[in-house]
Nanobody, 119 residues
Framework: QVQLLESGGGLVQSGGSLKLSCAAS????????MGWYRQALGKQRELVAT???????NYGDSVKGRFTISRDNAKNTVDLQMNSLKPEDTGVYYC?????????????WGQGTQVTVSS
């Protein structure tokens, strides 16, 4: 099993920046895609950004040009640099990793970290 530990959430003013970090531990050898999703109050969970082992990144339309995802395969970490934050970026941000090997595939989720952007 893979365990995820997120850090870096908090309260920031509109236009500010925050950096989220997620560290994976446990059975990390089969980690494929790592990324971030978010869920605002009363809304469905949505894609923020993901990155595969080769470094290819995929971003949600609402964060393109403002957020940057990065990962360290050796350390099994994934970071999300969030700039030019807007009140609509407020929500709980979840780290997610996809585990794939010849015997199994599943997704692991972190507990979530709150990001609040004040206007």
């Amino acid at each position: 099993q893979v365990q995820l530990l997120e850090s870096g959430g908090g309260l920031v003013q509109s236009g500010g920046s925050l950096k989220l970090s997620c560290a994976a531990s446990g059975s990390t050898v089969s980690i494929d895609v790592m990324g971030w999703y978010r869920q605002a109050l009363g809304k469905q969970r949505e894609l923020v950004a993901t990155m595969n082992r080769g470094g290819w990144a995929n971003y949600g339309d609402s964060v393109k040009g403002r957020f940057t995802i990065s990962r360290d395969n050796a350390k099994n970490t994934v970071d999300l640099q969030m700039n030019s934050l807007k009140p609509e970026d407020t929500g709980v941000y979840y780290c997610k990793v996809d585990i794939r090997n010849p015997w199994t595939s599943y997704a692991a989720w972190g507990q979530g970290t709150q990001v609040t952007v004040s206007s």
